[in-house]
C-alpha cells in the first residue's frame, strides 16, 4: 500500500500571532513551526495502515525552505520518505491543491491523506480540490477507517446528529478526522535519529501556480476585543444564579 | 444588470437549514439575483422558505437519492446550474458536506474560493471576503478574482434576515446529475440524539470540562443545556478522557462554534479551547478557580464550585 500523507508547517498555536507593518501577513521572527496539528492525525492513520498492510508512507508538503523541517519531523512520526515542493509564493488553496496534485500524479498512490485543516489557513479546502485535480473519490471528515483490498470502509459524522459509512474503491482522497486512528505517536530518540537517514526530495512545483492563485489577502486585522467582562456577585451558589440568569435576560438579552 | 448569485441550500425536514437561512440572507443583501438549490425530499416544500428569504428562483430535484449524500452526483448536479445561471458568486454553507461540495467544483472551474467566510461584500466587478484565520486570532479580507468565484460561509456567524411571505420563488426542476460508482454510502446511522440540537448550529452551548471529574457527573451538564434549551459540548481533555464522543469536541481539532451564549462549565480556557468559542455572543464561565484563564474572555464570570452552582442555575432558569 502506497500512501500519501500531505503535511502543512503552521505556527504552534500557543504563538502570538502579530499582523505585520503591510498588514498583509504576520511577522514570522519568533514564530515557532510545527506540524498542522490536523495533520498528526492524518499521518497517524496513514503510519499504522502501512504497518499493517505493508507498503511506504511519502510525506509531501508545499512550502518554503522552513517547511523541510517539518518533514523531518514526519519521518519521526510515521512516514518513510518525504517530498518537498519547494514554493514561496503566497499561500493559496488552488495553487496548493495544484501542486500536490501534479507532484502526486507521479508517484505510486493508493491512498491519499489529507487532514481538516491548517490551523492558520482555517480552510480545509484543499482536500476536496485535490479529490477533483486527481480525479479520485474524496470523502472528508473521517472519524473511522478500515483497509482491505482495494478498498476502503470510512465513517463520519455529519451535521444533525448521522454518521454515514462509505465504501470507497481505492485510490481515493481521505481527508482524516481527529480520532481516526487514536492519538498521535511521539517523536522517540530512536525515531529522531532514523528519520535524519530518511530522504527528503526537493523539488519544484509544476503548472502556473501563479495563475491559480485568485484569492488575494489585501488586509489583516485583528478581531473586535472583546468588551471586559465582570464577576457575577453574589454570597452564595443561589444568588450567583439567580443573578446570573437575571444579568442574561435583562442586559445581555440572550434567553 | 443584476448578477446571479447562487445559493447551495441544504434541507432538513422540508425546511430550508439555518446555515442556508444566512447564505440567502447574506446573498440578498449583496443586492444580485438570488437563486438558490434545493435537493431531495421536501425541496419543493423547503423552496417557499428560500423565496421568503429573498430566492426569486428556486431550482429543485425531490429525487430521494439525494436524502443519501453523494458528492459526485450532487457536485454534478450543482454545477449544470453553476453553468446555466451564469452564476457570478456561489455561496455554500461550510458544513461537512458544503466544503467539500466547494471545494470540488472551485477546482472543477479552478476558481477562486472563500472559506468559512464570515462576511461577503461587493467590490466593483466581483466580490471580497472575511474569514478568519490563525483560529480566529486574525481576521483577513481576501478579494476574489475571476467568475464564478465560491464562498464556504461558517454557520451560525450572519444573521438571518425577517422572512417576508409577500415574496416568493419561481421554482423549477434541475436535472439529476452523473454519480460516483467509486463511492458507495453505505448507511446512515442516527444517532440516539438526534432530537437534540447540534453543536455547531446552536443558540446555546454549555460545555463542560475537566473540573466534573468524572463521566459519571457529565449529566450536570446535560440538564443545564437541557435548561438553556441548547446543546452540548465538551473539553478537548473530557474527549480524550473518553468521557463524551469526538463529535462534542470544542476548540482546536474539534468544532469551531459561536453560538449566542456559550456556557463554558469547568473549563480553564487554554488557548485551544478559547480558539473554538472566543467568537461566540455571550460567554459564561463558571469556575472555582478566579485565576481560569477562561475569565478573560468571559462576558460573566461565577466562581463557584459547579458541583453547588451548576444545579441551583438549572433550577432558577426553569423557575
Redesign the interface.
Known sequence: MNIIACVRQTPDTETVIKINGAANGIELDGVKLVLGPYDEYALEAAAQIKEKSGGEVTAVTVGGEKAAETLRHCLAVGADKAVHINDSGADDALAIATALANQIKKLPHDLVFVSNKGTDSDRGAVGPMLGELLGLPYVGLVTEIEVEGGSATVSRDVEGGAKEKFKVTLPAVICAQKGVRGEPRYASLPAIMKAKKKPIETVSPEGDLASLRKVQVEKLEYPPARPPGRMVPGESAADKAKELVRLLRSEAKVI | MSKVILVFGQV?NSEP?RPTLECLSLAAGLGGDVHCILLGTGAKAAAAAAGHQGASQVWANEDASFDK?D??AVANTVDAAVKSTGAALVLVPA???G??????????H???????VIGVSADGDGF?AV????????????????SP?FATVRPNVLDVAAADSSKTATVNDLAAGQG????????????G??G?V?L??AR?VVAGGRGLKGPENFHLIDGLATA?NGAVGASRMV??AGWKE??Y?VG???KVVTP??YVAVGISGA??HL?GM??S????AINNN?EAPI???????????LF??VP??A???KA
Open positions: 432538513r437549514t449524500w458528492l459526485a458544513t461537512t458536506h466544503k467539500e461540495l466547494a471545494g470540488k467544483l472551485a477546482a472543477r479552478s476558481a477562486a474560493l472563500a472559506s468559512e471580497k474569514r478568519p484565520v490563525y483560529s480566529g486570532k486574525v481576521r483577513a479580507t481576501v478579494k476574489l478574482s475571476g468565484v460516483d460508482s467509486r463511492i458507495q454510502l453505505v448507511s446512515v446511522e442516527t444517532k440524539d438526534t437534540a447540534d455547531s448550529e446555546v438553556f474527549v480524550d469526538h463529535r469536541q482546536q481539532t474539534g449566542e451564549l488557548i485551544q480558539v472566543q467568537n455572543g455571550c460567554i459564561v478566579p475569565f478573560k474572555v468571559a462576558d460573566y464570570g461565577v466562581v463557584a464550585d453547588e452552582f441551583k442555575l433550577e432558577e432558569l
